[in-house]
């Protein structure tokens, strides 16, 4: 497990590095995209840190999913990585938000869930903040304080004291106000940044209290900080009630989903969209 840290420290490391770069070269010139009429399609940075990928992983001994590419494998496989180099591709054209690296590990070859996953790395390529759950245990690494934290049990909070992620951006509005109108009546406070595994990772250690999603477009990769949300209590599933643990980890599959820091608000939530 060990060499599974070290090996997403240094894609953490080299994507940031190269997009700083490239960024230090070019300034912020909006959003650089293969379609820009799809906000969904392969950015330019997206490119640039799939590349730095694929040098790293080029001799590691694993299969490969990564967001917007071709899935690779090495002839010997022992473990299955999948990455989404750059959550947030919108975010890091327009300078905002806290766009990061996603990084999962699975011991299973084939026909894995949620669940089997064993290793999660996310990092933020704005606050450089780092969030990992490894052999057990999960913890924070804050990149101001140089401090470490490690991840736990959070209390239950009612809605009308919570704070939650809802998600209107790519276009998702409509969809997304017609299944949760109620709960932006109801929660205290509404704030979203768009950046799925880092959203998932600040729920991890109490910043938000719930996540919502039902905009018909978050994919597979956006669910990979799953087992973190899991260690601290908290709970994940469709809008339909389906534990997402218990999901095939299928990289393409559009999953809408609700997460909470604790199951009675995780409950209470799904009732009100039902």
């Known amino acids: 497990m060990q060499d599974y840290l070290k090996i997403a420290r240094e894609i953490s490391t080299k994507i940031s590095d190269a997009l700083i770069s490239h960024l230090a070269k ?6 650089v995209s293969d379609n820009a009429e ?24 694993c299969r490969i999913f990564m967001e917007s590419f071709q899935y690779k494998s090495h ?28 990084i999962a590990i699975s011991n299973r070859l084939s026909e894995i869930r949620y669940k089997d996953i064993e290793f999660v790395y996310v990092r933020g390529l704005r606050t450089g903040d780092i969030y990992c759950y490894a052999n057990g245990e999960a913890w924070y690494e804050n990149k101001l304080t140089a401090k470490n934290w490690p ?23 409509r969809k997304q106000l017609d299944k949760t109108l109620p709960l932006f009546e109801l929660c205290k406070d509404i704030r979203a940044i768009d950046n799925s595994a ?6 991890s250690r109490g910043a938000t209290n719930f996540i919502v999603d039902a905009r018909d477009l978050s994919d597979g990769y956006n669910l990979l900080a799953y087992p973190m949300i899991n260690y601290i209590g908290g709970k994940i599933t469709t809008l339909d009630g389906v534990e997402i643990g218990e999901l095939e980890l299928n990289p393409n599959q559009i999953i809408n989903f609700v997460a909470a820091s604790d199951h009675e608000l995780h409950n209470h939530l799904l009732e009100l969209i039902k």
């Not at 049990?153 to 509005?173: R, W």
């Not at 880092?198 to 729920?203: G, P, R």
């Open 75 to 102: 002839p010997n496989p022992r473990f299955s990585i999948f990455i989404d180099p750059v959550d947030g591709s919108i975010n890091w054209d327009r300078g905002i938000g806290d766009p990061g690296v996603c």
């Open 151 to 173: 991840l736990k049990l959070i209390k239950p909070i009612q809605l009308s004291d919570a704070m939650g992620y809802l998600k209107t951006g790519y276009g998702g509005a």
């Open 26 to 31: 070019n300034g912020y010139n909006g959003i």
């Open 38 to 61: 799809n906000s969904k399609a392969t950015h330019q940075v997206d490119k640039i840190a799939s590349e730095v990928v694929i040098n790293i992983l080029q001799d590691v001994p």
């Open 198 to 203: 880092m959203e998932l990772a600040e729920l």
